[in-house]
Every structure is written in C-alpha cells, then in structure tokens.
C-alpha cells in the first residue's frame, strides 16, 4: 500500500475506484496515465459501500475536487450514485497496462473471485475470464492459508522450487482446498503446500483461462495473489518459459509492476472519468443513502429458538475404576477425550491440526492426570491420522470414522437412525438398522466439501468473531437465499448479496441456512430425510454454532414430520468418544492396559529429490517421516504418495503383505487393459499397403472397448506399426494439459494430454507418425437390449472436434494426417462404410477388404469379451462356494485406465476383494436367467439384457451397463458395488437414483466414488472404502 | 375428448400459451403449466439427485408448483417433448417422473411425444389423445406463431424505443392469436393487426445499436423466465437489439437431421437395425417428408414474419451443416449439435451480428464442453462478430452480467478492430 503524503493543491484530480468482491482500491491522479498522488487498498468486509465511503474520506481533504471513474464488479451502483462512468474491470486493466508497459502482450490479473486473462495483438485484444469451477482464485488462497495454518506473512516469505510442488488440483477453490488439506495431513511440509497451491494455479488458469491462447511474453501480473504470494509469480515464470519454449516462443520478461494492486483503478480513470467535478466530502455524502436492490427470493429468518433436543447426557460414574483414551486425528483439529465405560468423557483435550503425533503426544499429556488411580481399559484411535497413531499407541481399534460417530451416536440416543456429522472439511451421514449396524452412508464428495470451513472463512471475511456467529445470524432481519450449491459457487453468491446491499449478519445467516440444503441435496443426493428415518443425531464440531443447529433443526423438523432431532452433548469430541466405545469393545473386558504415551518419539519429515517416487517415470515427489522409538530401531514412513506404488521407500510397491493379497486376488480392471491393447489383435495382414506406415491412436475414452476393433482391423490391413499412448500418467498429464479451450469432465480433457504425447514424445522424439487416428464415437455397444439407444455421451462422442480445434495447426506443422471418422459400432453396414471411407484410401484398401478387416475387429473384440466373461464367471463361483465376496466396480469403459479409477482397483484387492467390471459381467444367457429368475417370472423383464423396470428411457451406453451389471451383482447376493463417476460426467446423474433404488431393494453395499478428477482422493478413497468393508463385513460379506 | 388436462411448458411464455391453444382448438384440454423461476428451480434440486442440467429442475419444479396449487391435480397429465438423447435432454421425462414422485403426484402421468417420430408416441392414447398430422401441423404452426411474437417484440422494441407500446401491441396481439388458434382459425389476421400497429408507432429514428443473437442450449435460450436470467431484457436494456432464436429453426433442425440421417444410409449393402437405421422403412419417402416439413416451416414462418415486420429470416439448415462440417461433424447428434458453431460463423460472414451470446445450463455436455471450444478457437479469428458464452447456475447472476457487460463493452467499440472475447459464466446444480 502507497500512501504518499502530497502537498494538496487546489488543482483537480481525478479518483479512480475499484471495487472488487474482498477490497477496495482507490487511486488520486492529476492526470490520465499520471503516477497516483495516492493509492488506498482495503479489505471491505462484506461492506463495500461503507469501504468505499471510508477510502474516500482518507484519500484527502474534504473539499479536494475530483472526477470520478469507477471500475470493479461491485462498482456499478457507486458509479450510478457519483455520475461517473464504469468500466469493466478488464478494459481498465487493458488500459492502463497499454499505457504503461508498451511491449506487453499478456496481462493475467488474479482477483478475490475472478481470473482475466488479456492477450494483447496489436490493436486487438483477446480477452477471458475464469470459469465459475475456477472462481474465487483470491479467495481460495486466503482459505487454502487458513485451512493450512499459515500466516500471509509466512506464505509470502515461501520460494517457488517447481520439482518441489505436489499435484493439487485447482479446478475450484473446494478441491484445491481438499487437496492441501490431505497432503497437510500427510505430511507434507507448508512450503512445499504454498508451492503446490501456486503452481496449480498456474497450471489450472494455463489450461482454462488462456483457452488455447497463448499467453506471450512480455506478461504483466496484476492483482493481489501475485503481489501476496510470491511464489505464485515464480509458477508463472516457470510454466510459462516451458510454454514458450514449446512452442518456439522467444522467452520474456514476467514482472509484477509497483502499483499492481492498483492498475484497474488507475486504467479506469484513463478511459473516461465524470464531466462534472465533485468534492471527495461530497461523493462521500452522496453514498449515505443507496437503496438495496429487490433480491428475487428471501429464505426465512430465525424466529424460533432451542427447538432442539440435547441427547441424553450420561453422568459420569463417580467411581471411575475404569477408563478409555479416544484419540480422533481429524481434517482440522485433533481431539483426545477419555471416557468411562458408558462413553462420558471425563477430561477431553483439542487443538489445530499439525502432526498428529506431535498433536497426540500434547493432548496425552493434557489428560494425563485423569488417568493416575484409574485403571485404563481400551485405546482407540479414529480419524485420518490414525493408521500412524494407532501403532505407536499400540491401540485396541482403529476405527473408521463413520463407524466411531455411529458408534458414539448410538451411546447418548439407543434409537438414533440418522447420524449426522458436519465437520470442517467433510461431512458424514450414517443411516442405522435397529441393531446400530451401518445401513448406508454417503460422505461429503470433492464437490459438497468444506461447508463447515466455509461458514468459519465467511465470519473471518466479514471480520465477525466466531462466538458472535449465532447471535448475530439468529437476530438478521433479512435473509438472502443461497440456494444449495458447491462452496465455491455459495461463496459466488456472498458477492452478489453484498452487492444487493445485505450486511455481514444477513448473509451469515443466509449462509447458515444453506447448510441443511447442501447436506440433504449435494451430499446425500436427492435421498430425503424421511427415507433415512425419524431419529436424527447431530455432531461434529460445526454443531457448536447454534445457528447451524438451529437451521438443520428447522429444515428436519420441516422435511421429516415428527422428526426427533438431538444434538450429541459433546459433538466435536463425538468420533473420539466413538472410538473409545469401539476400542473398549475389541478388548471384550480385558484386564487393564498400559497407558498409551508417545514420549521419546522423535519425528522428523524429510521432502527432497531422494524422497521421491521412482517407481514410474512421473516422479511424484513425496515425503518420508521418520519415528524413533525409545529402545527400538527407527521406522520410516513414506507419505504424501500419489499412489500404493510409492508406498515403500525404495519404490518397489506397496507392503507386503498388500502385495500378497494382490497376487492372489484378481482384478479385471488391470486385466482389462491388458486384453484391449493385447498385442495379438494386430493378426495376420491380408495386404499390404503401399507403404509403410505408423498410426497413432490415443488410450483413451471408449478405445477401453474399441482397441482390439481398430488394431484388428489395421493390422489386416497391413498397418504393422500401431502406437498406443500409455496409461494416464501425472507427467503426461502435466505435459499437455494447456490445449483445452474448455473445461469438460477430466477423462476428455486427458485425451489432449495423450495426443499431446503423440506429437511431441513419440513423432517428434523420432518415431513419426503419418496419421493419428481418433474416431468420434457415436454409440457403444452393450449386451442390453430393449433400450431407447445406446449412444455414447455427446461430449466422449465429440472428442475428437477439440482434438482437432487444439492441434489443427501441430498436425499440418508436422504434416500428420488426422483421422477422426464417425464410427457406429451399432450399425454394422454403415460401421464398413464409415472405416472404407476413413481408411479406403490412404490403404489403398478395396471396399471388400475393409469389410473383412472390420469383421476380424468384430471377432478381436468377441475374443477379448469372452476372455473376461469367463474369468467374471470364475470368480462369482468361486466367491459363492468359499462364502467370500467380490466387489463390482462400475464405471465408464476409461475407468479402467489406472491413471483415470486411481487404482480404486488395487485398493480393493489389498483389502481381499476380487475386482469384476462391467464388461467382464457374465452374458451367458441361461446362467443370467437363472439369477434373475424372479423378474423373469413375475414378467418384470422380458430377458436378462432389459432393463426397462429400472429405467425406462434410457438412451446411454454408461447408464445401461450400470444398471445391467448392478442387478446381476446384487442378485448374485455376494457382491458389493464401488460405483466410479467424474466430476462434471452430466451423463452418469440418470443412473444415481435409479442406481440408489436397486441397491437399496436388493440390499447391495454400494460405495459411491463420485467427482472424480486429476487428483487422487487419497483420504475420502480411504475413509469410503473402509466404510464399505465395514459394511460389508457386517453383512457377512468378507 | 382427453381424459386429463394437459400441461404443457418449456418454452417461452408466448409459445406456451399458442400451444395450450393450438391443443384446445382441437378439443383437447390443455393448459401452460407456468413460467420457471426461482422458486422451481429449488423445489426441483430439492426432489431431485444432482448433477442433472439445470432445465430437469426448473421444469419439475414448475410442474410440482403448478401442481401443489391445483384443487384436483389428479386431473392432470404433463405433456412433453422427449428424444434419444444422447445428451440429458433424452432423461428430462424420466426425472418429471421420479419428480412427481417424490411430491407426492405419483398418478400425475408424464407424457413423452418422440421429437423425431412423433406420432408414434402410444402413450397419448392413455390420456385421450390422438397426435395425427393435422394437430402436429397446427402445433407447428403455434409455434411459428410464438416465434414471430417473440421476435416482433425484440425487433420492433429496438427499432421504434417505444418498448412499452410495443409490449402492449404484442399482449394484445397473444390474446388474439391464442383466441384463433383455440377456435380453429388462422391467426394471419392477429399478426396482421400486429403488423399494422407496429408500423404506425414508428418511433425514434433508427440508431445504431449492438446488435446480439442469441444462441445455446435450447431451454435457456428458448425461456423468458429465470433459467436465462431475463437475458433478452436485460441486453435491451443495455442497448442491444437481440434477436432471439427461433423454436422454428429447431423443428427445422429436426427434419433436417432426419434427412440427413437417411440420406447418409440410403447407399448402404444393407439396412441396419436401430434408432436411425432404414430397417422397415422407407428411405426415400422420409427424406421427401423431411423435406417437405422444412419448407412447410420456412414458408409458414417467411409468411408470418412479413405480416408483422420482422427482418430475420430463418437460419438455412444445408448451409449450416457445410459452415460447420470443418470444425464439428454436423453428424455427431446432442442438444444443437454443430447449430451454435454454424450460427456463429453464419452471423460472422453475413454481418448479421456484432456478438453472438451463448447461454446455456451449467455443464451443458454439447454446449460448454464442445462447442465453445471450438467457437473459442473460431471467434480469435472472426473479424465481424465477437462470441460470448455464459452458463446460468440459477443464482450469482452478478457474475454472468459481469462477463456480459464486458463483451457489451468490446463488441460496441466497432469492426476489425473489435476485440474478441471468449468468457464463460457461471452455473451450478
């Protein structure tokens, strides 16, 4: 901030405003392009017409006369006011950059919500802004900080070290958020955190924001994020001079300028500023009375109060003979309660997140005094840091979280049916059977994440203290309604409520209502209240604030009639109180036990390049802790690992004994890629062409089904010399994820990626290609039948149209022939026609030929499905004899790609199930009929392919095999259902419910995995798929 | 006589009422069953799972609303248009359905009309009614109607400045129309009046004005409720003179891909079966109805528009498909398919337009992940016309108007050196 003392002359000036979603900039001019006399940047706090009022007073003396120009998005109604013109934020910016810095060609300006990218040509200019996903990149940055701990002051202090940042994703502030917070909880140490978050900012606004452009040098960074951190600058620098030298751009400058807070403000005054002269005092007055506008929808306000009911609350034993340690390692805080044998805690201890060991070992030694005279009974440890506690602490149970909050419920409400838990970062709910057993259970996805962070960020934001969040919510005249989105869209609407003229108070209450909504509709999807039950218990550490308990209590009561709602006497220690009951379970009355201590054990966590993975060729970097024990030799452990193959230190896989219950267990989603690209399908040639010749096809989207089809075909042809790009990697990724000009689902972002490596590391790396070969896919085919269609989703269908629009000038530089046909694999006439047409000529193929070809692609595909079918077979039998259990995975065909399912598939087979797929799924007409007997008999089908009773419009390929494959498992009765979506797959949504409806009739445990995205989902992976073997488990499904 | 009244919506308010309209003037009742707002749209998120587009929710809503205000809603069955996908559009009846159910209007039946193959919709039988050439043909002509009012208002508002006059001459003008088609005559004479009024304000002399078209996923480019943020308002407002898409252009879209279609398969050794294959049809005969359906349509709509004074002509389809085929497979079928690339570079080589505006639900699969892809590439080298694409989540409308207002900004700063824009909008589920 520049606050130049002037000496004031009576001369004019001119005042520019920008008012942004989080500050205000206000800048002084004697002249257009003039340096500012002054310049004012304030955080507004939710209070932008009060800021504004506030700047203006501080800018100079009361009769200082100025003309006004007003920029910012929440400009407009202060434009409107002083009679000075607005300009938009990006034209400002283009103005004053133009004005200042001659040779610039790329202006990126980050703001509290909105991402611009300029590229300048001459006298045109291309100008984007940031998608919605994207929003909030300021923001983002703020909360990510707070999530992590960490001072501005510290993250401004961080260096870019670009082989230091780990892979998070910055598609929105949510998962960026989530990303950090595993690795935190990991590990990983903050500077390496500060990296990651700069460079996938770079990364994401590289791949989205620029749309195909790119951004040439000499590139202005303007805006707050890159004059507070650093180290985002450096991502700039680096991702960037990659770019360049990509793409034979002579590398330039990339300079943060001075006054880079302020360039909009100052460009607004360049482009136009009011023709009537006015005193600042006068502008000042002329904001006194702004009236609000008219929103289109109030929700309620808080009328009633304490309508809840506080569960029981047990006394504590007044002999405490006997007593438990809970320990919960969770996203935020770490807890440590002890208990007696009823769940009570008698002394419990917290504090922010930072190692859980280094977090336990503190709260042990809180409580420790409690312990002296009582004999101590179980240990149990719950949360994401367990599976590290629970050795060192040599606990009685590691619990999985939704099992200890169950757990915990049931301890204060016998009767609870519903447990609700709201934490920081997840949210849980766990519906029960009278037995308490799990009866289903949905977690917070990427998407539903961080609702309870968000209602503590906003209070921070709008500088009201935590403890004043209910009163003041619970007293606001006026609520907004937020409706039931992401946070980071929530967060959207904050800026458009401040705008309309709501204050802090209305809009944290309108924010607190919105919790419910996003509870009962994101992350519950559509499941109301009602069809869970009527006894609801609500914990976690959010249901301290009064006004979200008042909210759920309104909606339940409101959606669930005679609903009984009870709020846990001790909600944020709930898990903990959980795993303490759990744990005193396990040990079955055993006599007492040492008292658990993690004194003389030293941790130290290192992060370098001998860290990293070197299990692949992507590298991923990781971290090691090391924990020495007293009398005991040290034990090191890897975390912050992409994958089970960086498990180990040395990088050969994972533990052994993961190791061996992989081996003997299948999975037919590894061997689904090896069967599609199996190097048999080339055959034998039935010509050959003129020349040789080299084609290169993606590994992508519906070529998961279709490979065997095309190598067939071309290898009869005489095409020897077919390359595959290789699975979804992170470094192929990274390599080319900036050719998208959009923003679709992340499987079909990949296949630029794959084309990318192509270009650049197969045909520029010295195998060139004369021809790519990627083929819009208009329909699959599937063994349903009576469907309305089968056609492929429209985006996976046009693929190769972005394809095309990103690399349409790559190909002609290296004169690559691109092929992109339409190919109906359901019309076998027009299929010939399609490959003659594609392939006829430059194979110098005759019609008759290719028809041939295409009908040995046919028996290459047959061949590869009876191979799976078989081995689906073998395992169902075999799970049926033993009285095992299997688990189907159910996704798109480019689930199988590890780099897409993030080796969901190992995960389960280190937890001892075997692993079938939708394609693998039994066809065997006879042996289908005889599990599906019952719809056949009541005539609810009319074979073992219809699935009209479940769905009767559907037109999709993905839907249909779903929901064929989801009955023949839960017919089979010994099998469990990981079902796999991506974040943005518009086209998987039909299937939830009808999907959510067979499980729920045939009693199938169905673990949903969705939204899906680059990043692996390490800990919500985890947490789901322990939840899942729980379930199963309890189920007599082993 | 039907059994159930139907309800009918979708489209703009004006469409909706033409068609209520065109059905009772055939006997059958039928009523619009409501303009979506803000209020739909939360009930449907409510009832529904997420991740579908935001017209299931809106249109469910309406529907649940219109419903929970009826005394005897059992009376009712919702009539709607439904397709083979193969984007979310082809699922829209199946989540009403599941809507319904879950508000409690189970024995409310949802009634599918195929948009390719309509009369061979069977389940019209079960509420009475009976889809034969002529209802299509007056069901048509309602909307060629509906679009010739909707674009009367935004070409006459922008021409004369006299919006108030204008809105009142095109009330007055639905009203009549509406009695027409519910009495079995031809509504040439409302338009004709309207026409007459319209010419007389004459109005302020003709300024220059930006001028936008107005394309994107059919719902929220079709709607004048809130599922498009009063766009069209909203960019007159700013001083735009919008021309709106036509529903006509849509039913002309259909014929045109039912031709192209057959005619791509005509060639074939032999029929394939399916949705599209000519197994047990005949080829020849489709493609002369298809043909014949676009020119009815184009006739019927060049006829109207005159009546009234509108300038527009109807967008042809041939010439669409090749401005297209270089860039998105005029083949590849989802929601308008290669329409908006074509529109754009159509309006860019006519200089119909200075800006096309794109809106669309968030996520739209054909629409924001495709198209504005491509259109992201074509409009940095488009010298005529800029491109804008927004996404409606039903909420934040600060931030669409945002990335509206900026390509306002540039397209209105002139020709060849007019910068191009490339914006996305916001949305959510």
């Known amino acids: 901030v520049r606050e130049t003392v002037f000496s004031m002359s009576s001369r004019t000036r001119m005042l520019g405003l920008d008012v942004g979603s989080t500050t205000v900039k206000a800048v002084l001019v004697t002249a257009p392009g003039a340096r500012p006399e002054r310049a004012i940047y304030r955080r507004h706090l939710g209070d932008p017409i009060g800021a504004v009022r506030r700047v203006v007073a501080e800018l100079g003396e009361a009769a200082v006369m100025v003309r006004a120009a007003v920029t910012g998005s929440g400009g407009r109604v202060i434009a409107a006011r002083w009679g000075a013109p607005h300009v938009h934020e990006v034209a400002a910016i283009t103005a004053a950059v133009r004005a200042r810095h001659p040779r610039a060609r790329s202006i990126v300006e980050l703001g509290g919500q909105d991402a611009k990218l300029v590229v300048i040509d001459g006298e045109r200019a291309h100008m984007t802004m940031n998608d919605r996903c994207a929003a909030g990149t300021g923001v983002t940055i703020d909360r990510c900080l707070f999530r992590l701990g960490m001072a501005a002051e510290t993250a401004r202090g961080v260096a870019y070290v670009a082989d230091r940042a780990r892979r998070v994703s910055s598609k929105c502030g949510v998962f960026a958020e989530t990303d950090l917070v595993n690795l935190a909880r990991a590990g990983v140490p903050a500077d390496d955190l500060v990296v990651s978050l700069a460079e996938a900012i770079a990364l994401q606004n590289l791949a989205v924001l620029a749309r195909g452009m790119t951004p040439a040098p000499e590139v202005i960074l303007l805006g707050g994020p890159h004059v507070h951190l650093p180290a985002l600058c450096g991502a700039w620098r680096e991702r960037l001079r990659q770019l360049w030298r990509e793409r034979g751009i002579a590398p330039g400058e990339v300079q943060v300028p001075d006054d880079a807070l302020h360039y909009a403000a100052m460009g607004a005054t360049e482009i136009g500023s009011a023709r009537d002269t006015a005193s600042l005092a006068e502008l000042a007055e002329a904001l006194g009375s702004i009236p609000h506008d008219v929103p289109l929808r109030l929700d309620e306000p808080f009328r009633t109060r304490e309508t809840w009911e506080p569960a029981r609350r047990n006394e504590p034993a007044p002999h405490r003979r006997r007593l438990h340690v809970g320990v919960d390692a969770g996203s935020t805080t770490c807890k440590v309660v002890v208990t007696d044998d009823a769940g009570t805690p008698v002394a419990s201890a917290t504090r922010m997140n930072t190692d859980p060991i280094v977090d336990a070992r503190a709260l042990l030694a809180e409580v420790e005094q409690v312990l002296d005279g009582a004999e101590l009974g179980a240990v149990g440890v719950t949360g994401y840091g367990a599976a590290a506690l629970a050795p060192l602490l040599g606990a009685d149970a590691q619990v999985v979280e939704t099992v200890a909050h169950a757990r915990a419920a049931r301890a204060v409400a016998p009767d609870a049916d519903v447990v609700c838990d709201v934490g920081g970062q997840d949210v849980k709910v766990v519906a029960l059977n009278e037995a308490g057993a799990i009866r289903d259970f949905r977690l917070s996805s990427q998407c539903s994440a961080g609702i309870g962070m968000l209602l503590e960020a906003t209070a921070r934001e709008l500088g009201v203290p935590l403890a004043e969040y209910a009163p003041r919510a619970l007293a606001a005249p006026r609520v907004p309604w937020f409706g039931d989105a992401c946070s980071v869209f929530l967060d959207a609407n904050r800026v458009t409520f401040q705008r309309q003229g709501f204050t802090p108070d209305e809009v944290l209450a309108g924010l607190v209502r919105a919790l419910p909504r996003v509870i009962w509709s994101q992350v519950m999807n559509g499941t109301p209240p009602s069809a869970l039950g009527r006894v609801f218990v609500l914990q976690g550490g959010v249901q301290r604030n009064h006004a979200a308990v008042q909210a759920q209590v309104d909606y339940l009561h409101r959606e669930v009639p005679g609903a009984r709602v009870l709020v846990h006497p001790f909600p944020a220690e709930a898990g903990a109180i959980g795993a303490a009951l759990v744990a005193k379970q396990a040990r079955n009355g055993a006599g007492p036990r040492l008292r658990p201590t993690l004194e003389g054990v030293a941790v130290t966590v290192r992060s370098d390049d001998g860290t990293r993975c070197r299990s692949c060729a992507s590298r991923c970097p990781r971290s090691f802790v090391e924990v020495s024990l007293p009398a005991r030799p040290p034990a090191l452990h890897v975390v912050g690992n992409a994958c089970s193959e960086g498990a180990e230190p040395k990088g050969a896989s994972a533990s052994a004994v993961a190791r061996r219950k992989r081996a003997a267990t299948p999975n037919l989603l590894d061997e689904e890629v090896r069967l599609f690209f199996h190097p048999r399908h080339a055959g034998r040639p039935l010509r050959r062409p003129p020349r040789p010749l080299r084609i290169g096809i993606p590994r992508v989207l519906s070529l998961y089904r279709a490979a065997p089809m095309f190598r067939a075909y071309l290898g009869a042809l005489g095409v020897d010399d077919v390359v595959f790009s290789p699975v979804t990697s992170e470094k192929l990724w990274r390599e080319g994820a900036r050719h998208g000009a959009s923003d679709p689902c992340f499987p079909v972002k990949a296949v630029l990626a794959h084309v990318h490596h192509l270009l650049y590391r197969v045909h520029d790396g010295g195998r060139r290609l004369d021809a790519i070969f990627v083929p819009h896919f208009t329909h699959a085919l599937t063994p349903v039948k009576h469907c309305v269609d089968t056609a492929s989703c429209p985006v996976i269908a046009a693929a190769p149209s972005l394809v095309r629009a990103a690399f349409a000038e790559e190909f002609a530089r290296r004169q690559i022939r691109f092929l992109d046909p339409m190919v109906t694999v359901t019309e076998p006439q027009l299929l010939r026609r399609q490959m003659f047409e594609a392939f006829g000529d430059l194979l110098g193929a005759s019609e008759d030929q290719s028809r041939q070809a295409v009908k040995l692609g046919a028996a290459a595909c047959q061949w590869v499905d009876d191979r799976l079918n078989e081995q689906a077979r073998e395992i169902l039998d075999r799970v049926e004899r033993d009285r095992r259990a299997a688990v189907l995975v159910i996704g798109r065909p480019y689930h199988s790609d590890p780099g897409l399912n993030h080796r969901v598939g190992e995960e389960l087979q280190a937890l001892g199930y075997p692993v079938l797929t939708v394609r693998s799924m039994p066809r065997d007409e006879a042996y289908l009929a005889g599990l599906l007997h019952r719809e056949l008999a009541s005539g609810t089908i009319a074979d073992p392919f219809d699935i009209r009773d479940l769905a009767p419009e559907v037109a999709n390929s993905g839907v249909a095999e779903r929901l064929f494959a989801a009955r023949i498992a839960g017919r089979h009765g010994r099998v469990g259902i990981v079902d796999l979506s991506n974040f943005k797959c518009g086209q998987d949504s039909p299937a939830y419910g009808p999907l959510r409806d067979l499980c729920d009739r045939l009693g199938i445990v169905l673990c949903q995995l969705h939204d899906l995205d680059e990043t692996r989902p390490v800990t919500s992976l985890r947490v789901r798929l322990r939840t899942f073997a729980h379930a199963m488990a309890e189920r007599g499904l082993a | ?429």
């Open chain 2, 1 to 429: 006589m039907n059994s159930r009244t139907l309800l009918v919506g979708g489209l703009s308010s004006t469409h909706d009422a033409l068609v209520a309209a065109a059905l009772r003037g055939r006997g059958i009742a039928a009523e619009p069953v409501g303009t979506a707002d803000q209020g739909s749209l939360a009930i449907g998120r409510k009832l529904l799972a997420r991740g579908h587009c935001n017209p299931t929710y809106y249109l469910s809503g309406a529907l649940v609303e219109r419903l929970r205000r009826s005394a005897a809603p059992g009376r009712y069955a919702y009539l709607t248009i439904g397709s083979c996908g193969p984007c979310r559009f082809a699922t829209y009846a199946a989540e009403h359905r599941r809507a319904l159910a879950a508000a409690g209007f189970s024995e409310v039946p949802v009634v599918v009309v195929d948009q390719l193959r309509p009369t061979a919709t069977v389940e019209l039988g079960s509420v009475g009614v009976t889809l034969d050439g002529r209802l299509i043909s007056d069901l048509a002509r309602a909307a060629v109607v509906g679009d010739v009012l909707v674009r009367a208002g935004c070409w006459h508002r922008a021409r004369t400045g006299e919006a108030v006059a204008v809105d009142r001459a095109l009330a007055k003008a639905l009203g009549d129309a509406t009695s027409a088609l519910e009495e079995g005559h031809s509504p040439t004479p409302a338009l004709t009046m309207l026409g007459d009024t319209l010419g007389a304000l004459g109005g302020a002399p003709e300024k220059p004005r930006l001028r936008l078209r107005l394309t994107g996923e059919f719902f929220a480019a079709t709607t004048d409720g809130h599922g498009s943020y009063g766009l069209v308002r909203w960019l007159e407002g700013r001083g735009a003179a919008v021309e709106p898409p036509a529903v006509v252009e849509w039913l002309c879209y259909l014929a045109w891909q039912l031709r192209r279609d057959t005619e791509r398969r005509l060639p074939l050794y032999r029929p394939d079966s399916g949705p599209r294959g000519l197994a047990g049809r005949d080829g020849p005969r489709v493609v002369r109805h298809a043909r014949g359906a676009e020119r009815a349509l184009c006739a019927l709509y060049g006829r109207y528009a005159a009546a009234v004074g509108v300038g527009w002509p109807l967008l042809d389809m041939d010439d669409l498909a090749v401005l297209a085929a270089p860039h998105y497979l005029p083949d590849l079928r989802a929601g308008m398919g290669h329409l908006e690339v074509a529109t754009f570079l159509a309006m860019n080589r006519d200089r119909r337009a200075d800006l096309v505006v794109s809106i669309k639900p968030f996520g739209c699969l054909p629409s924001s992940a495709v198209s504005d892809a491509v259109l992201a590439v074509l409009a940095r080298q488009a010298r005529h016309c800029g491109f804008v694409a927004v996404e409606t989540t039903g909420d934040a409308e600060a931030t669409v108007e945002s990335r509206l207002e900026l390509a306002l900004d540039l397209a209105a700063k002139g020709t060849r050196s007019r910068p191009t824009t490339s914006l996305s909008g916001f949305a959510a589920n």
